[in-house]
């Protein structure tokens, strides 16, 4: 069971992660893209950060998890460049409408949840795994958890195997070839880079490993 506190620890350790590694996901993006993924996250998080607080002041109860990732998909729409803002806003409002007004989320709604945020991202995108996309990090997360989860794995594992399979298939973009967004102009000059996409993305969802770790 994962309550509100969870999930704005979350939103608080991918805001911390991210901007820790702002400068390493620019550099990654520098040789495929626009050099700008790793300071708009930051800059996308940051501001996260700034409305969850007014939410919060301006509330008379505190939010729901859903409501939570809702207004951080929000955010980001309204304040990243690029297409990571809609790409990322889009997964949390597809999970965050999935949470519903539910005040604590069992593993299976979670897992529902972050199925819905990758069909939002895969419609947006219009991207598949082997595209060289955050996809190929999003994709392999969701399924280790879902599968995870039906074989009655606890919250500690069953987010263990999620952060787990996003580095690794974060990993494996290296060797692709760049088939969606502005890395794919390179063709195979693209080959040998992770994605910027895959990393952020790994690192999100390790940050949703260690709020529930901690919140433990």
Known sequence: MMDAAVFRA???????????NRDHLTQ?????????HGT??????????GA???????AAEPMVPGAILTLTGNTLI????GASGPLYGTAFRRAGKALGDAADVELPALAAALE????????????????KTMVDALAPATRAFGKAVAEGASATDA??????????????????????????????????????????TALILGALRDAARAGR
């Not at 708009?40 to 950060?49: E, H, Q, S, W, Y």
């Not at 309204?78 to 460049?81: A, H, L, M, P, T």
């Open 28 to 36: 990654l993006d520098a040789a495929i893209g626009d050099a700008d």
């Open 116 to 131: 819905a945020a990758l069909a939002g991202v895969q419609q947006l995108g219009a991207a598949r795994e082997g595209d």
């Open 78 to 81: 309204s304040k990243v460049g």
């Open 52 to 58: 969850l607080d007014a939410a919060g002041v301006s």
């Open 159 to 200: 987010l263990g195997a999620l952060a787990e399979a996003a580095e690794a298939g974060a990993q494996a973009t290296i060797p692709m070839q760049a088939l969606k967004g502005r890395a794919s102009y390179l063709g195979p000059r693209s080959v040998g880079h992770e994605d910027p996409g895959a990393v952020s």
């Open 10 to 20: 979350w939103i608080v350790s991918a805001a911390a992660v991210v901007e820790a």
């Open 40 to 49: 708009n996250l930051a800059r996308g998080f940051t501001a996260v950060l």
